[in-house]
């Protein structure tokens, strides 16, 4: 086996991380924060009447849309490979599923619906990336 899907057992049965999965699920962590973070900046922008910031925003969601798809994939190949928790891959799903949410209540609803689910995209996809640099590795 290459190094960068070789995996080894752990004492409770698990397989230690593939690198190549780890790092896919890791990047796609990192761009879901950094898309979240350009979401924010785009929102304010909108709220405050800044030209060219509805467009900018709809890239956004749709950037976000791409990682964190890319990231359920990661997380769901990282669980398989690993025989570890499904709760990363739950909650990847969770984050992609309630981002297609928020684009669609971003057009037909207020904000009243849109700004919780922001809340729930944000806390989901900063655990995510937090637990792809400490979890993951230990505990995949």
Known sequence: MSSSTASTRTAGGRSAA????LRLFQGAAVLSVLVVVLQF???GQLLSGTSGAEE???AGAIALHVVQGLAVVAAFLLQRATRGRVLPTALALLAFVVGFVQ???GDHTGLAVHVPG???TTVVTVWLAAWAFGGARRTA
């Open 18 to 21: 593939p690198t190549g999965l």
């Open 41 to 43: 900046v785009s929102a």
């Open 56 to 58: 900018v925003h709809a």
């Open 103 to 105: 684009a669609w209540t």
């Open 118 to 120: 922001a809340v729930i």
